[in-house]
Structures are given as structure tokens and as C-alpha cells.
């Protein structure tokens, strides 16, 4: 009995009282600031947005945007109620004429009603992952090749050297008639539009990925490379045992810096590609130019960067689950 009590009372002894609340204290910075900093952003965008007048009215506020984000998530739920409805008479009526004419087929149309803002979001995010992809798919292996090979590093460091810094915004010309040239089909499984976008994107973010690939390929410890020729291990083996486990973090490094410049660039292309996502819901909404246009523009914009944070953290939680080196993973 006097075991038990002994043990009941360790967790309110003093010692670990104080071990809590030093722990706790210690937290508590990195817990209050974000929120002072947050309600300083919304306090100051509060004031400067009474200040600025435009032409479509004054500049919204976090007030007259939060407004506008509840009335685009009533909107969504009444466009799903709309499609739900529409396909209930659908069945009804096949129904109706398979029980008058068992031989007829059922036909089933699709919902043609405009999209929400929560499917343009899904639109945006799947796009930017096929173009990051792609881009993933090119720029990982011709970065393991450049950061072995010194031949090919100084071949093609010319071209990366060239294309990086170019725009979306000259590429997307280009891109759209070479779409427009190649893709033709009566059915195509993809529009022009997203594979116009897609394909910016990924020529976009293709270049951190690459070079930051072949740097963490370069500077692999000499000692390891040593180990792989005494044990003589295969090219498949090095490439496998050696060389991608000690690059992971500058190839995950590179893939967070391409994602981040992927989903800024997908804006743009949307806008101008009027491919429906994100960008298309900010270019209809500025050309609506209705009263409440800022303030869902500004619903757009916080969502924009909202999205691009998760994405971020979703890449660094990947780069902690696969790296062997915890203390490299990058907050």
C-alpha cells in the first residue's frame, strides 16, 4: 500500500511540478507570438483598409472577407444541393421510361452547372501536382546525373543557366500553341486548358529541383564514396545505398522551393490559360467588378497562401519520414 502511494504521488511532487511549468513556460512564446502577430496583421489591415477607396468601393476588411467566406461556402453547399436534385430527376425519369420500355438504355448527363470556388481549389491543387510531377519526374534524374558526371553538369548548366530565370508569363504563350499544335483529339481525356497549365508549371519549377539535386549529389562525404569503391558495390548499388539517402535532403530541399514556385506560377497561368481554378475564380471575379468582388478576391488570395503553407508542410513532413539525417530536415 505504501508502494502505491509512493507512486500516486510522484506525478505532484515538487520537482515535477516545477519541470511542467518551466516547460510550460518555456512554450509559451512560441505559442503567444504567432497569435500577437496575427492580431497585429488584422488590426493594421483593419485600419489601412478604411483609408483606401476604389473603384469598385472600399477595400475589404477581415470583417467583409470573413463575410464573404461564409457566403462562397453557402454558395458551394447550394450548387452540390442543385446537383444532387438534378440527378435524383434523372433517375426518376430513366426509371419512368425503363419501366414502360425495359429495352432502353439509361442515359446519365453530367451536372453542367458553374464551378465553386471549393471545386476551382481542387482544380488548382490537381494541376499544380501533375505539373510538379512531371517536373519532379525530369529534374531528379538529370540532377543525380549532373552531380556525378562533371561532363554533364558542364553540358547542360548552359541550359539551366538560360531557362531558369524566364517567366511563366513567356512561356505560356509558347506552350498554348505547341498544345494547341499537338494535342488534337475528338475526345481528348484532359482540356487544352489544364494541360496548357500543367505543362507552364512544370517547365516553371523545374529548375530548383535540378540544381539543388545535383549540388547534394556533388557534395557527397568522400569518406562514403570511399566505403562504396572498397566494397565495390554496383552503379545501382551506389546509386542506391550511397548517393540518394546522403542527397535527400537538397533533393527534398529542391522539391519544397519547386512546389512553392509551382503554385505561385500556376496562379498566373490560370488567369491567362483560363484553365478553371484558383487564378480563373481571381481574373472573373476582377472583371465581375461587382461590389463584394474585392473581398473574394481577398478570400482567394489568404487561400492561396494558406494552401501553399500546407503544401510546404506536407513536403517537410515527407522529408522527415524518408531522411535518415533528422537534424537536416529544414523547418
Same mark, same amino acid.
Given at each position: 500500500?505504501?508502494?502505491?502511494? !509512493?507512486?500516486?504521488?510522484?506525478?505532484?511532487?515538487?520537482?515535477?511540478?516545477?519541470?511542467?511549468?518551466?516547460?510550460?513556460?518555456? &512554450? !509559451? $512564446? @512560441?505559442?503567444?507570438?504567432?497569435? /500577437?502577430?496575427?492580431?497585429?496583421?488584422?488590426?493594421?489591415?483593419?485600419?489601412?483598409?478604411? &483609408?483606401?477607396?476604389?473603384?469598385?468601393?472600399?477595400?475589404?476588411?477581415?470583417?467583409?472577407?470573413?463575410?464573404?467566406?461564409?457566403?462562397?461556402?453557402?454558395?458551394?453547399? @447550394?450548387?452540390?444541393?442543385?446537383?444532387?436534385?438534378?440527378?435524383?430527376?434523372?433517375?426518376?425519369?430513366? @426509371?419512368?421510361?425503363?419501366?414502360?420500355?425495359? !429495352?432502353?438504355?439509361?442515359?446519365?448527363?453530367?451536372?453542367?452547372?458553374?464551378?465553386?470556388?471549393?471545386?476551382?481549389?481542387?482544380?488548382?491543387?490537381?494541376? =499544380?501536382?501533375?505539373?510538379?510531377?512531371?517536373?519532379?519526374? =525530369?529534374?531528379?534524374?538529370?540532377?543525380?546525373? *549532373?552531380?556525378?558526371?562533371?561532363?554533364?553538369?558542364?553540358? /547542360?548548366?548552359? +541550359?539551366?543557366?538560360?531557362?531558369?530565370?524566364?517567366?511563366?508569363?513567356?512561356?505560356? $504563350?509558347? =506552350?498554348?500553341?505547341?498544345?494547341?499544335?499537338?494535342?488534337?483529339?475528338?475526345?481528348?481525356?484532359?482540356?487544352?486548358?489544364?494541360?496548357?497549365?500543367?505543362?507552364?508549371?512544370?517547365? *516553371?519549377?523545374?529548375?530548383?529541383?535540378?540544381?539543388?539535386?545535383?549540388?547534394?549529389?556533388?557534395? #557527397?562525404?568522400?569518406?562514403? /564514396?570511399?566505403? &562504396?569503391?572498397?566494397?565495390?558495390?554496383?552503379? +545501382?548499388?551506389?546509386?542506391?545505398?550511397?548517393?540518394?539517402?546522403?542527397?535527400?535532403?537538397?533533393?527534398?530541399?529542391?522539391?519544397?522551393?519547386?512546389?512553392?514556385?509551382?503554385?505561385? =506560377?500556376?496562379?498566373? @497561368?490560370?488567369?491567362?490559360?483560363?484553365?478553371?481554378?484558383?487564378?480563373?475564380?481571381?481574373?472573373?471575379?476582377?472583371?465581375?467588378?461587382?461590389?463584394?468582388?474585392?473581398?473574394?478576391?481577398?478570400?482567394?488570395?489568404?487561400? #492561396?497562401?494558406?494552401?501553399?503553407?500546407?503544401?510546404?508542410?506536407?513536403?517537410?513532413? #515527407?522529408?522527415?519520414?524518408?531522411?535518415?539525417d533528422k537534424s537536416s530536415v529544414l523547418r
Amino acid at each position: 500500500m505504501s508502494k502505491m502511494t !509512493t507512486i500516486l504521488r510522484l506525478p505532484t511532487s515538487p520537482s515535477n511540478a516545477n519541470s511542467m511549468a518551466s516547460r510550460l513556460y518555456q &512554450s !509559451t $512564446p @512560441a505559442l503567444l507570438l504567432p497569435v /500577437i502577430g496575427l492580431l497585429m496583421f488584422l488590426a493594421i489591415w483593419n485600419g489601412v483598409a478604411k &483609408s483606401i477607396d476604389t473603384s469598385l468601393g472600399q477595400f475589404p476588411g477581415p470583417v467583409q472577407v470573413f463575410e464573404q467566406t461564409g457566403a462562397l461556402i453557402d454558395e458551394h453547399i @447550394a450548387q452540390r444541393e442543385k446537383a444532387a436534385a438534378f440527378y435524383e430527376r434523372q433517375e426518376a425519369r430513366n @426509371a419512368a421510361r425503363v419501366a414502360q420500355d425495359p !429495352t432502353y438504355e439509361p442515359k446519365i448527363r453530367d451536372f453542367t452547372g458553374a464551378p465553386t470556388f471549393f471545386d476551382q481549389i481542387w482544380t488548382s491543387l490537381y494541376t =499544380v501536382m501533375v505539373g510538379f510531377f512531371i517536373a519532379s519526374v =525530369v529534374a531528379v534524374p538529370v540532377g543525380i546525373l *549532373c552531380g556525378l558526371s562533371k561532363s554533364a553538369y558542364t553540358a /547542360i548548366n548552359p +541550359l539551366i543557366q538560360l531557362f531558369k530565370p524566364v517567366s511563366p508569363l513567356a512561356w505560356l $504563350p509558347l =506552350v498554348t500553341m505547341v498544345v494547341s499544335a499537338l494535342y488534337v483529339s475528338d475526345d481528348p481525356a484532359f482540356s487544352k486548358s489544364f494541360v496548357t497549365s500543367a505543362f507552364t508549371v512544370s517547365l *516553371c519549377c523545374l529548375w530548383p529541383t535540378l540544381i539543388n539535386t545535383a549540388v547534394g549529389v556533388s557534395n #557527397i562525404d568522400k569518406d562514403l /564514396i570511399n566505403v &562504396s569503391k572498397v566494397l565495390r558495390l554496383t552503379p +545501382l548499388a551506389h546509386l542506391t545505398k550511397i548517393v540518394l539517402p546522403s542527397s535527400i535532403p537538397m533533393i527534398f530541399t529542391g522539391l519544397r522551393l519547386s512546389l512553392g514556385i509551382g503554385w505561385m =506560377v500556376l496562379i498566373a @497561368a490560370e488567369m491567362l490559360a483560363q484553365n478553371p481554378g484558383l487564378g480563373k475564380f481571381v481574373w472573373d471575379e476582377f472583371q465581375n467588378g461587382s461590389s463584394e468582388s474585392l473581398a473574394r478576391i481577398m478570400v482567394a488570395v489568404l487561400t #492561396i497562401g494558406v494552401i501553399g503553407f500546407v503544401l510546404d508542410r506536407l513536403m517537410l513532413s #515527407i522529408q522527415r519520414a524518408v531522411s535518415w539525417d533528422k537534424s537536416s530536415v529544414l523547418r
